[in-house]
């Protein structure tokens, strides 16, 4: 029933997990190919799942007679429309579009029928949606920024511009503005092959090096809806469009605030940081500001001798950029503690464009892929976060404090500290059966059950009067900086690359998205023999959390396999039990979001089986549950980021659209989105129902 398309294969000159060589330069400095930083002797929580592949796989028969009457109206990925990126004024969908979507009924919300995996150069959407680009790279958001004209960039233009390789996207509402809300966008990294034409990589100019600071950072800008379609567009030079940039003045708040840590020859205070860098996902916060966490900024810096920047990935060498030629900052070996003062979690404030961005040291110094947030019955925030690493961790904070409510100047000034106070916890998870059953082999355990338990570790806990360390032999400030050597003292358990994590809005559930690991069983690193299918982890899978008595301040936790991901054809893969013939395939889970319903939305990046990256839909409770259906694909070397799902709106990042080995200016590999003989361009698209009925209904 089920029919994929002919796949083509890892792309060429792929890095490890599907990535192309040149996005492994710029977005992480090329991790894949470095030693893992992580060598501690931890368990790997690969081995501690493997055991339940095997188990599930002799289940799946039983599955499909369980739910055989709602898969069999699934129609497979292969029957679905390959859809070409619509224009945004075409006309509603008709009669055929109609028919199509009442026969692929599924759960509510994911009423549509399934794009099937492609390699078109296009945004493609389901039959009967539509699309329109919102903000390109470039596009004057500020007053007074000027046309986007990429043959003569400079800086000052790109601070007043949208930023470069859009990530995380937040939507927030706007009192008083009918049709109009607030567009908040991470840049997490600049391309500069494919930004500047003639680019010496060895040779960059100041001016380069300036215009890509002013990418970097966090846009804001109002948009505005179309009454009469989902058309979302950009509304230049509002008085709440802001652009942060690698040399906006941040707070550092918390406990490391005013650290010798933290401290450098330009801010002997150790308080005041210029920029951020790399951010990845985020959140919103329930108090309305939105977080964002900075991920990779490892790749930035250079010339490190130092074991603490080794387990961070940093270089003894050149960076990629070579940014160190013109400032000294990003030289560890003239500024030592310039790096301290990055991997945290910024809080920023759209409502207020006078406020100064806060980086909020408290939930520690990692990789974050971003930061969400969900309440205590009482009122105290909850952060959720992971560590984009092989073999490293993930985390939650959870705050002391109160929330406030209110618009006030000092409710807002309060809840802006609400994360500046509380414990910051590492995950470890445990099989329900006992080790020696759970051997790598995939053999069942006795028990004829597969899930487990787990525990938050507490590592330090920040107060008003100061901070106190939970790890033996580290300051709490030594555990709020080197936060991913207290993880390896406690005994955290190691996750194949945890990003994004989100709460579930509807059931309180836990979704962690763990996209890969290419290293697992190679060389020393944690191994499992051939009868495990998930040996070389290059698909990914997704954990479900359920916090004890789902109160997301407790200690404990149990958890079991949601989603193994590939192709559905592989017995090594698994979707929540539902009938595998009624599903598509994805590969590589990133970023995740929920819709109205509960249902769970996976972003790809780096997808493995031949098609582009894409964004999908799982229903998490009843009957259907683990029916997957993807949504829409990116143009070529795209990956799909931050995705906001509206009752009548979908939004989705596309970043770094032709960033393809071999890649530039002068020979691009895609032509997305405005055609043949222009730059290629992140940009934020819209996709909504032609008929103007709710997503997925």
Request: glycine residues 10%; charged residues 25%; contains cysteine.
């Amino acid at each position: 029933m089920r029919k994929l398309l002919p796949l083509i294969g890892t792309p060429s000159g792929s890095h490890p997990g599907g990535r192309s060589a040149m996005t492994c330069r710029f977005r992480c400095g090329d991790a894949c190919f470095h030693e893992v930083p992580n060598t501690s002797s931890n368990e790997y929580v690969g081995d501690v799942i493997a055991g339940a592949l095997s188990r599930r796989s002799m289940m799946r028969a039983a599955a499909v007679v369980t739910v055989a009457a709602a898969g069999a109206g699934a129609v497979g990925v292969g029957q679905a429309p390959q859809a070409g990126a619509a224009p945004a004024d075409a006309a509603p969908a008709g009669t055929a579009a109609e028919a199509a979507r009442r026969k692929h009924k599924g759960a509510r919300g994911l009423r549509f029928a399934p794009v099937a995996p492609n390699t078109t150069d296009a945004v493609t959407v389901p039959e009967g949606y539509r699309q329109n680009i919102v903000i390109r790279w470039g596009e004057p958001i500020l007053r007074g920024a000027p046309a986007f004209d990429p043959e003569k960039q400079t800086a000052k233009a790109q601070a007043g511009q949208f930023g470069y390789n859009c990530d995380f996207l937040a939507l927030l509402p706007l009192p008083g503005e009918r049709n109009r809300q607030l567009l908040v966008a991470n840049h997490e990294y600049t391309d500069e092959v494919l930004m500047f034409r003639g680019y010496d990589s060895a040779n960059p100019t100041r001016e380069q090096a300036e215009i890509a600071w002013a990418a970097h950072g966090l846009s804001a800008v109002v948009v505005e809806g179309d009454r009469k379609t989902g058309k979302l567009t950009a509304v230049p030079r509002h008085q709440l469009n802001r652009r942060v940039t690698a040399t906006t003045e941040f707070r550092l708040t918390g406990p490391v605030a005013g650290s010798e840590l933290v401290k450098t020859s330009a801010d002997p205070t150790g308080t005041k940081v210029l920029g951020t860098l790399n951010n990845c996902s985020g959140g919103v916060t329930p108090w309305g500001t939105t977080l964002h966490g900075e991920e990779n900024f490892n790749n930035y810096f250079a010339n490190s001798s130092r074991a603490t920047d080794k387990r961070y990935g940093i270089g003894t060498g050149a960076s990629e950029r070579k940014w160190e030629r013109f400032d000294k900052r990003f030289d560890v070996a003239q500024e030592p503690n310039e790096a301290h003062r990055f991997g945290y979690v910024v809080e920023f404030d759209p409502y207020d464009p006078s406020s100064t961005p806060r980086k909020h040291t408290a939930l520690g110094r990692f990789k974050h892929e971003g930061a969400t947030v969900r309440l205590t019955h009482d009122g105290r925030p909850v952060v959720y976060s992971g560590d984009d690493e092989r073999f490293d961790y993930f985390y939650k904070f959870v705050g002391s404090k109160r929330m406030r409510h209110g618009s006030s100047r000092a409710v807002r000034e309060h809840n802006l500290s609400l994360l500046d106070e509380g414990t910051l916890y590492v995950a470890k998870l445990t099989g329900d059966s006992p080790a020696i059953e759970i051997d790598g082999t995939g053999k069942l355990p006795n028990d004829g059950e597969f899930d487990g338990s787990g525990e938050w570790i507490a590592l330090a806990t920040a107060t008003a009067d100061g901070a106190v360390s939970h790890v033996d032999g580290m300051s709490a400030e030594e555990v709020f900086v080197f936060t991913r050597l207290a993880g390896d003292k406690v005994g955290a358990t190691k996750m194949d690359r945890p990003e994004d994590i989100e709460p579930n809005p509807v059931t309180g559930k836990v979704y962690v998205a763990l996209t890969n690991n290419s290293n697992r069983g190679v060389g020393s690193n944690a191994k499992a023999d051939e009868a495990n299918p998930r040996n070389a982890n290059k698909h990914g899978h997704v954990l479900e959390l359920t916090e004890r008595w789902n109160r997301p301040e407790s200690t404990r936790f149990a958890w079991s396999l949601f989603l193994v991901a590939g192709d559905p054809d592989d017995p090594a893969t698994y979707f929540a039990g539902f009938p595998k013939e009624g599903v598509s395939p994805i590969s590589c889970p990133d970023n995740v979001a929920f819709d109205p319903y509960g249902n769970l939305w996976i972003s790809t990046d780096g997808a493995q089986l031949g098609s582009h990256d894409g964004l999908f839909g799982v229903a998490t409770r009843g009957e259907r549950r683990g029916e997957l259906k993807q949504f829409l694909t990116v143009p070529k070397g795209a990956e799909t980021c931050g995705p906001i799902i509206q009752d009548r709106r979908v939004l989705v990042a596309v970043q770094h659209p032709g960033e393809i080995d071999g890649a530039s200016v002068e020979k691009p590999a895609s032509t997305w989105p405005d055609g043949p003989g222009t730059y290629v361009r992140p940009a934020v698209v819209a996709v909504w129902r032609a008929d103007g009925c709710d997503i997925g209904a």
